[in-house]
């Protein structure tokens, strides 16, 4: 079994930065896929970023230039540094876990994320 467990979250103004980290414990597998997905009120669950075990990132449109993904293989944890906030990045933000080429998926419990004007 798998634990991701996320931390980092709050309340910030627009502008602002916050870094949140999600710590995977249980049985891990040396090539994974580890990512952060969010989701706001009435919309679907979007990836944010990911970044693979070779250290390969893929980042959504809407966050280029302002968020960085980045991940401690020794630690088991990976990061979202988010600078230059916007309203529209309030969302519960989940941490993910995936074991490459295969069907097993982890989700952390979600961190709110609330930006104000």
């Known amino acids: 079994q798998v634990q991701l467990v996320e931390s980092g979250g709050g309340l910030v103004q627009a502008g602002g930065s916050l870094r949140l980290s999600c710590a995977v414990s249980?049985?891990?597998?040396?090539?994974?896929?580890m990512g952060w997905y969010r989701q706001a009120p009435g919309k679907q669950r979007e990836l944010v970023a990911a970044?693979?075990?070779?250290?390969?990132?893929n980042y959504a449109e809407s966050v280029k230039g302002r968020f960085t993904i980045s991940r401690d293989n020794a630690k088991n944890t990976v990061f979202l540094q988010m600078n230059s906030l916007k309203p529209e990045d309030t969302a519960i933000y989940y941490c993910?876990?995936?074991?490459?080429?295969?069907?097993?998926?982890?989700w952390g419990q979600g961190t709110q994320v609330t930006v104000s004007l």
């Open positions: 970044i693979n075990s070779g250290g390969n990132r």
């Open positions: 993910n876990y995936h074991v490459s080429g295969s069907s097993f998926y982890y």
């Open positions: 249980g049985r891990i597998f040396r090539i994974n896929d």
